[in-house]
């Protein structure tokens, strides 16, 4: 084996290759026997396959990895590499079957390379999908492979497959995890078909995947180098961005893959994870994604960005693999987290709810109905919404911009659209969500209900406004941390916005640390995030003409070095301009 950095594995040989049996004739002063010369190139063919660690049967007992199954690598690049040069000699990818096939030199030393990656050019539909190790320190391009054993072509036709196996032993994994980037690569075909199926000709954008066995869950920085990584997600990073160790970072979906922690948690055989990643790059890349992320759980009241955006992909999840169920399994894959999107989950139901967004979109697309639900909608109908709708609304991105743009395209279902809604307890109207009434149910703050979406007029009075706390803090995506005011922007004008902190709600106190956001249509317009001094204005942006959404609150509820006290944390908010 060379130091190539992209080789993962080299199988064992799969046999000797048939010889050539060559014969002459002739008898005694004959002329004798004329051998044909052999011919300039032969076909290897062959299949790719993977081993799946496949979930046990009962919730609950996590993945079961005896015995595995052998599952074939779909549309996955494979090369014929000359054993001495390492040049290539042929190129083509797997099919359906994970099947190949190419034609070579005839006598030539060389192996089979399947890489970790589908890849089609041209014509659309197109895509560039691939797995990298994000823990190669130094290397450039570090893509998983799967190399076979150098050998002759030879003079005829010939088979060579590959096998990448799980490396799992008796109890451990005791071998290198070969398969791991191909059953990543598996789910993604599979979240990708779902695409292509509705839209024929999507060119979908590149994605990469990075996977590690060192990639660990972590609560510190994200630093991708050392495989802390805080948890399996999509991330977006600028060109030249740095992650909080100072090392260059990319654009993709980061996935846990270490075994050696007490509570380990991998998750290449999760599909449910990884589909649920990429449905968070389908929303990104085709739809628009104003999600800012953060701690989230189905059961505690979120910022309504945040609850749509997850909401989504655990139901884009089920629409891939042909389940409401979810699992992700843990602790050495012994144990499973598992959630029924068919089942009602009436714990924290309402427009800030993850829980109430899958399943309101679950049961949009599932052909099972049943009490309160009686649409079904096909994928193409759900993803026109998240292309049309939902990317141009003027709100940010929520169910009540999802439910308005699915309900304007099908008049038809618009009763039983609103079974959903109701079931769900969620009853604003319009991308704003007007005259809502639901404000987050125990030990919430109605004053949340008249902050949502509050218009605030030029040169008029400073409005008073709180973040608020009643269901946490922490990354300040919670219910009522964040306020969003609407202002009519009428023409292009320069203006000024100014946010105080202020005491004068009973009970309240006053914001330390004002952060002020501007968006238009989710894109950033204008911010102000110095760091304290009770006051953060904006001076004199020039803000075209349209409907912004200014989002205001204390950053201290986000600063764990400050003790954060339930009380509101209020600030006074006014745009000044000619």
Known sequence: ??????????????????????????????????????????????????????????????????????????????????????????????????????????????????????????????????????????????????????????????????????????????????????????????????VRIAVPDTAFPELRLFWSDANKPTVGDFCADNGDIQTSSYRVFGVNDVDQCGDAVATGIYLLGDATATMSDTDEFDQSVIAHEFGHYVEDRFGRSDSIGGQHGGDVPLDLRVAFGEGWGN??????????????????MQNDFHIDMEADDDVSEGWFSEASVWEILWDLFDSTNEAGDTVTLSFQTLFAVITGAQKTTDAVTSIYSFLT?????NAGS?????????????FGSGDFGAGETNFGGAGADPQVLVDLFRE??????????????????????????????????????LVTITATGTNSVSGSISATDPDIFVLRRGVLAALGVDEGGGTETID??????????????????ADTRIVVSDAPRCMTVSVTGT
């Open 1 to 194: 084996m060379n130091s190539r950095p992209s080789r993962l594995v080299r199988p064992a040989a799969l046999g000797a290759l048939a010889s050539l049996l060559l014969s002459a004739c002739g008898g005694s002063g004959g002329d004798g026997g004329v051998t044909p010369p052999p011919p300039a190139s032969v076909t290897i063919s062959g299949r790719i396959t993977f081993d799946r660690i496949a979930f046990d049967t009962t919730l609950g007992n996590g993945l079961n990895p005896t015995p595995p199954v052998e599952s074939p690598a779909r549309e996955v690049t494979v090369q014929a590499i000359d054993a001495s040069s390492s040049a290539v000699l042929a190129t083509t990818a797997t099919d359906a079957n994970g099947d190949y096939s190419v034609s070579v030199p005839s006598n030539r030393n060389l192996f089979i390379r399947a890489r970790a990656e589908m890849i089609k050019t041209g014509t659309a539909p197109t895509w560039n999908f691939s797995v990298h190790n994000n823990t190669d320190a130094g290397i450039t391009d570090a893509l998983y492979a799967l190399d076979g054993n150098p050998a002759s072509s030879g003079v005829a036709n010939s088979t060579r497959n590959l096998r990448a196996p799980t490396g799992f032993g008796v109890t451990s994994y005791t071998g290198e995890r070969a398969a791991a980037p191909f059953a990543i690569l598996d789910t993604v075909f599979r979240a990708k078909e779902l």
């Open 315 to 332: 139901a884009f999840s089920g629409m891939v693999l042909g389940s409401p169920i979810y699992r992700d399994s843990f602790n050495l």
């Open 405 to 409: 743009g699915l309900r304007a395209a």
């Open 414 to 426: 618009l009763a039983a659209i609103g079974n959903l809604e109701d079931g769900e307890e969620i």
């Open 456 to 493: 605030i007029v030029r040169n008029d009075p400073p409005i008073t406004v709180c973040s608020r706390s009643p269901f946490g803090h922490e990354t300040a995506n919670k219910l009522g941390n964040r306020v969003f005011l609407r202002l009519n922007n009428d023409v292009q004008r």
């Open 540 to 557: 004199q942006v020039l803000l075209p003409a349209g409907l912004y959404v200014i989002e205001v609150y204390d950053f201290a509820l």
